[in-house]
């Protein structure tokens, strides 16, 4: 970190010139997309013409090839004794991937004009693109995690709002519920390892983390968890092995988004994460990693050669590669996990958005019903054969720089073990699925001559797309990394281990052609199904988790309503049953004593009536009696 | 002019006298003169706080003044101080409290009958409401919290839905229920404080918090040894009574039953009201009264404390998931969400309290919404069942836009204010188990997981309600009654959106109006209430 | 058998004794009026059999007193009379048991 010059910007006034207008473009065309109609053009055009002024702002505000680091800190708000800041770092890595982001949201833009053309909402749709393309814009340039956090949560909401793009369909709205939801674990372990770190640092800026830990020791435990708890954030947002089981279903969504956010840019944000924060974690979490991400490259490929859906294909594929990125930053060799991270932007937005016209011009998705795509759209099928040579790694592309480098120094460092065995037959795997669509595609058919559409907007960006694959985009040369528009690393690869891989890809491509089982991949056979639905991991999650949640949710929901309320009601009614026995006994036992002392006296009146007679003689006998008393009480 | 929080809370109070005054032919006056007064309240409470937010620190706008002062012969005199005053953590609830009655009377279109009994009450719950968040005189506290009775009651009962009179008469005798022991000790504590100005005893609730002033043998004093059940010194008993007091309001599991029924029966402005405001008071009081009077309490009773908090953000999540009405989910969610803030302050910690009352400001808002979004559509079709609806978003595209933003904000997407309440709550709980060892670290992550079934449930329900194709049960009666916005709502829900999304994205709004007060308040609970400890457990063994 | 003063008080008890049963039992006033007179005699053989047996000098006082009593009885009866006709005038009956207007 030489030659750091840090900015301390007091105010937003300070920074905002007229050249930062290409910033706030996308942002302010997202609002107005979102809140009224425009017409199909006035949106297309706006959205390049906002992408482009971005990039504009980017070259001018930000000088990069003048300045290597440059922070921008801007104070935020103050909570405690802290103060949250924003803080933005541009440097090489900040800029190349700005870069390639740029041009895929361009292309895809582009692209989207011919793939999205007469849909209902179309400028919401380009909002959503927009906002996505915003929020990864902060994403990439936050230098402080709790920034980071908040653009990689509306990342994860943009991905929402574009995989249900089509919300009247029931598949699309059920994946993108699965999707944000599973994201949203990932989120959990970010906000722990947020939690961790401010508890540690009293910080989340990145650069100042960094400056503490110069002067600390390495084996915080503080540290230990919150790695582990960033991996997890990055399995969830990256789709890997637990948590990858978003993104096939995430197919849902229109191609061109796929190509942007599944595959170039939103599933590489946790990559660029580990990239900008693994220099705090210890050897156990990247070792962890490594798992991790060994399992889902080889998980993944053996799911994408037996799939027959070219988008689920795709999926997988990302899964993988996004593994072998990971892998790369796990045993140390980030400059290449980051120039693997670009090379497959490229070429996996071609190959997404190649597919896109397949699956357009020909109304379908299954590989098998795209035989003879070749001849139909050939352009297409051109730019689908570069970036799929770009995939598996062959000379020529720019890929196989990265891919080469990344598989050399695994082998350098820990020779033929268990996982560099499991990435060589991930290698191999690669090449089949891909090469079984490219025979699907290449295969003759005869079909008649359906007009095909010769649109520029459906053209242009896989061309351009698939010329960044090659290797004019980084090198100089196509055998040897030559440092050309910048220095990424440079490593020198033995000829014989260079040549055995490419032997090793072709030996899959040659397998295809020649075993036709491969190319079949009948479900009939039980791996083949097992591996088709994913190794049931989907049902055995739902089994696991969302059966019991929503059976502790009834059993609360009844325990609520019965015996916690019952007991409120119960004591109620016992205030109620209370007071009727009150009344009953007020009613009954004290108005009932008055009224037997009433009823007592009437009685003795009633006895003492009978002598009442009204008869003379009765009345003589009494007195003769009483007198007969008296005298005889005297004597 | 330094009576503004006298005019804030007795300029709805004259306003209710004109409008009794009113013939009821002049009905139509009533809501529009509604308006005005909470709009008036509004502005008055903003410009209340930009005067804070100049110094933000202490009490300011204090009004004092005798007001009840009688010689009771042999037992002294009684003695009642009409004591207003805000500081950082009741200001920013002031400006809530106006704000959401403002919106309520705007919401309260959908009253027809006897207005003027309703505007009437309406008017003095606001009052109330006001004097609340001021008083600083336990007794004035304490008429005005029970003053919010009586409106809500009425509002519940009277306008309210099919079992109202079940739900106002248990909301009134649950809530009276606390507030009943809580006058029992703030009697207590009159007797036991001695104001250290006039030697008498006094209701005033900021000597009530110092220690030094109580009487050596009084009741509620460090130095008593009255001790009950477990030999528990009687100060706790105290802490115990208050805490379920306010606890019933906030309302926590499991004294929260009430609130289901008090939320789906209640009519959809005073619904609002009691979600935006009513709910913060419990808050309010925790903060301010139990932990202010009784910090030892507060300090041996916070891992319990939390973990009511954690069960309740569960619980609620649990049973939001399980809802099939709209509405009652919606409440079960609230009370998930006041779950985060009973974590927060059972923290102790200044980003713990700082995050609780972002999150109760936050969440008055949200609720608010989602409140005013629930009533939107049953204003439509008369029904509230979750399984009756499928698709809304193809006929009401832009209500479902502020459906989603109200949902999102809920379940706490950054950029949104929920989502800074549920960050702060969770990084002070997570402290707390290194700088003050109160609460242990699994309750953040058990209040996390609450946060992930917040999003399962809330986006169950937009993919239930609001996408795939529409189907109604009303079937095609009821495509014909759900029309999109009319403008009384787009003008309740366009400030609540900008809000929400202003708050997320500068939290300074808020925190630099609390945060030299809760930094000053954590400090002094827990340096006092450490100190309490020690002088208690010398003398009694517990 | 020698005839001393027991018997003339055996005599007076016994007539009283019926004198008394007439008064209460009869259902004709005159009748009733007959046994008082019946009891008011036997009280005067009373008084003359104690003064026969007295030997002292006021002796006569026994004599005297029952004339006396003899005497008033006859007023008494006389007026007991003019009430029973009065009686008879206003209840048209002498049966006592009839005339029960004093009843309760």
Redesign the interface.
Same mark, same amino acid.
């Given at each position: 970190m030489n030659q750091a010059i840090t900015y301390q910007v007091d105010s937003l006034l300070q920074v905002l010139d007229f050249s930062a207008i290409g910033f706030l473009l996308p942002l302010l065309f997202f609002i107005l997309f979102s809140f009224y109609r425009f017409s199909e053009r006035i949106v297309f055009w706006s959205a390049i013409a906002a992408i482009l002024a971005s990039y504009g702002s980017l070259f001018y505000f930000l000088k990069p090839l003048v300045n290597p680091h440059q922070y921008y800190i801007l104070d935020w708000f103050s909570i405690a004794q802290s103060k949250f800041q924003i803080t933005l770092l541009i440097d090489d890595t900040c800029f190349l991937v700005l870069s390639m982001i740029h041009l895929v949201t361009l292309m895809v833009i582009i692209f989207s004009g011919y793939y999205m053309k007469a849909e209902l909402r179309f400028e919401k749709y380009f909002a959503y693109i927009l906002f996505f393309f915003t929020a990864m814009f902060g994403l990439v340039l936050s230098n402080n995690l709790f920034l980071t956090y908040i653009f990689w949560e509306l990342v994860g909401f943009a991905s929402y709002a574009l995989i249900g793009f089509w919300r009247t369909k029931d598949s699309a709205i059920l994946a993108n519920k699965k999707a944000f939801i599973i994201n949203r674990i990932g989120d959990l372990g970010f906000l722990a390892a947020i939690c961790i770190l401010f508890n540690q640092f009293q910080t989340l800026n990145i650069h100042s983390i960094e400056v503490m830990l110069q002067t600390s020791p390495k084996d915080l435990p503080a540290l230990y968890l919150a790695s582990f708890a960033i991996i997890i954030a990055v399995i969830a947002k990256s789709a890997q092995f637990p948590l990858h089981v978003w993104l096939p279903d995430a197919m849902e969504g229109p191609t061109p988004v796929s190509a942007l956010i599944h595959a170039a840019t939103m599933v590489i944000a946790g990559v660029y994460l580990l990239l900008r924060i693994a220099f705090f974690f210890p050897p156990e979490a990247l070792l962890f990693l490594k798992y991790i991400a060994i399992i889902s490259m080889v998980m993944a490929s053996l799911f994408a050669i037996v799939q027959q859906d070219i988008k689920k294909i795709l999926a997988y594929s990302t899964i993988s590669q996004i593994g072998f990125m990971l892998f790369a930053i796990s045993i140390g060799n980030q400059p290449f996990a980051l120039f693997h991270l670009l090379t497959h932007a490229f070429f996996k937005a071609a190959l997404f958005l190649t597919a896109g016209v397949f699956i357009h011009e020909n109304k379908t998705q299954d590989i098998r019903n795209l035989t003879g795509a070749a001849k139909q759209q050939p352009i297409a099928f051109i730019a689908f054969s570069i970036a799929a040579a770009a995939l598996i790694g062959l000379p020529f592309t720019a890929a196989y720089f990265s891919k080469e480098a990344i598989l050399f120094s695994a082998i350098q460092q820990h020779g033929l073990d268990v996982f560099n065995i499991l990435l060589l037959f991930s290698v191999l795997l690669t090449s089949i699925y891909i090469a079984r669509i490219w025979f699907y595609l290449f295969a003759k058919k005869d079909s008649s001559n359906i007009p095909q559409a010769k649109s520029v907007a459906m053209n242009l960006p896989i061309v351009v797309l698939a010329m960044a694959s090659l290797f004019a985009a980084f090198s100089a040369s196509p055998f040897y990394l030559q440092a050309f528009w910048f220095t990424l690393g440079t490593e020198t690869i033995a000829p014989m281990f260079s040549i055995g891989i490419i032997l090793l890809s072709v030996a899959g491509v040659l397998a295809v052609k020649f075993i036709p089982a491969i190319l079949l991949m009948d479900e009939k056979n039980a791996i083949v199904y097992f591996l088709k639905n994913g190794a049931f991991i989907d049902r055995f999650y739902a089994y696991l988790f969302v059966k019991p949640i929503q059976q502790i949710a009834a059993l609360l929901k009844w325990l609520d309503k019965h015996i916690v309320d019952g007991i409120v009601n119960g004591i109620a009614n016992f205030a109620i049953v209370i007071a009727n026995f009150s009344d009953w006994f007020d009613r009954n036992i004290i108005d009932g004593l008055v009224n037997l002392i009433a009823l007592f006296a009437k009685r003795m009146g009633d006895i003492i009536r009978i002598t009442q007679t009204g008869r003379v003689q009765t009345y003589f006998l009494l007195a003769l009696m009483l007198m007969a008393i008296v005298v005889w009480f005297i004597y | 002019m330094n009576n503004w929080l006298s005019v804030l809370i007795f300029l709805p109070i004259a306003a209710a006298l004109i409008l009794l005054l009113l013939p009821k032919r002049a009905s139509n006056v009533f809501r529009p003169v509604t308006i005005v007064i909470s709009l008036l309240q509004t502005l008055i409470a903003a410009y209340l706080y930009t005067q804070y937010l100049k110094n933000p620190q202490g009490y300011h706008f204090v009004e004092r003044a005798d007001w009840i002062n009688l010689n009771l012969g042999t037992f002294g005199r009684l003695n009642i101080d009409y004591f207003l005053a805000v500081d950082g953590l009741s200001i920013g609830l002031l400006l809530l409290s106006a704000f959401v009655m403002f919106i309520a009377a705007i919401a309260s279109n959908e009253i027809k009958k006897d207005p003027k009994a309703y505007y009437t009450l309406f008017l003095l719950l606001s009052a109330a409401i006001m004097g609340v968040f001021c008083a600083l005189d336990f007794f004035l506290f304490y008429v005005f919290y029970e003053l919010m009775l009586l409106p809500m009651y009425f509002l519940i009962g009277m306008w309210g839905g099919p079992n109202r009179e079940y739900a106002s008469i $248990?909301f009134f /005798? #649950?809530t009276l229920f606390g507030s009943i022991f809580m006058l029992l000790v703030m009697i207590g504590l009159y007797f036991s404080v001695i104001d250290p100005v006039t030697g008498e005893h006094t209701f005033n609730m900021l000597y009530m918090m110092d220690a030094a002033n109580y009487t050596k043998d009084s009741y509620f004093s460090i130095f008593s040894t009255d001790a009950l059940l477990f030999n528990y010194p009687v100060r706790f008993f105290g802490f115990i009574v208050l805490f379920i007091a306010f606890a019933i309001k906030i309302p926590t599991? =499991?004294l929260? %039953?009430?609130l289901p029924d008090a939320h789906v029966e209640a009519p959809t402005p005073v619904s609002i009201i009691l979600a935006g405001v009513l709910l913060k008071i419990g808050g309010y009081g925790i903060i301010r009264i139990c932990y202010g009077i009784f910090p030892e309490a507060a300090i041996y009773f916070s891992y319990w404390i939390g973990l009511i908090g954690v069960i309740s953000i569960l #619980?609620g999540a !649990?049973?939001a &998931? +399980?809802?099939t009405d709209l509405k009652r989910m919606i409440a079960y969610s609230s009370i998930s969400h006041m779950g985060f803030v009973i974590l927060g302050i059972a923290s102790l %910690?200044?980003?713990g309290v700082?995050g609780a009352i972002f999150q109760m400001i936050s969440h008055g808002v949200l609720s608010t919404m989602l409140f005013y979004l629930v009533g939107v559509l049953y204003l439509r079709v008369q029904d509230r069942e979750i399984a009756a609806f499928r698709?809304l +978003?193809?006929p009401m595209p832009r209500y479902t /836009?502020f459906v989603v933003i109200a949902f @999102?904000a809920s379940l706490g &997407? =950054?950029?949104l204010s929920g !989502?800074i309440g549920e +960050? @702060?709550t /969770?990084?002070g709980a !997570? $402290?707390s188990a290194?700088v003050n060892a109160l609460l242990p670290r699994g309750f953040?992550?058990l209040a996390?997981?609450g946060?992930?079934?917040g999003?399962?449930y809330f /986006?169950?329900t937009?993919?239930r309600m609001f @996408?795939?194709?529409?189907r109604f049960k009303g079937a095609q009666e009821w495509h014909l009654k759900l029309k999109d916005l009319t403008a009384t709502e787009y003008l309740v829900l366009i400030p609540l959106a900008l809000i929400t999304i202003l708050l997320g994205i @500068? =939290? +300074?709004i808020l !925190?630099?109006a609390s945060?030299n007060t809760i930094?000053a308040w954590v400090h002094e609970t827990w340096i006092h209430g450490i100190a309490n400890l020690k002088s208690m457990q010398s003398l009694l063994k517990f | 058998m020698d005839i001393n003063i027991s018997h003339f008080l055996f005599i007076s008890a016994a007539l009283f004794a019926i004198g008394f049963y007439a008064a209460i039992r009869r259902r004709n006033i005159i009748l009733v009026l007959i046994g008082i007179e019946l009891m008011v005699n036997a009280a005067v053989i009373n008084l003359v059999a104690f003064a026969n047996v007295n030997t002292k000098a006021n002796a006569a006082d026994g004599k005297l007193m029952a004339l006396f009593a003899i005497v008033l009885s006859a007023a008494a009866i006389a007026l007991a009379l003019a009430i029973v006709v009065k009686v008879y005038q206003y209840f048209n009956t002498i049966n006592p048991d009839q005339i029960e207007e004093f009843k309760n």
């Open positions: - | $248990k /005798l #649950y599991i =499991p929260h %039953t009430w #619980y !649990f049973i &998931l +399980a809802s %910690t200044s980003e700082n698709g +978003a193809q /836009l @999102f &997407l =950054p950029g !989502f +960050a @702060f /969770l990084i !997570f $402290k290194s953040a992550i996390s997981v946060i992930l079934i999003a399962a /986006l169950w937009l993919q @996408f795939g194709a529409p @500068f =939290p +300074a !925190f630099d945060n930094n | -």
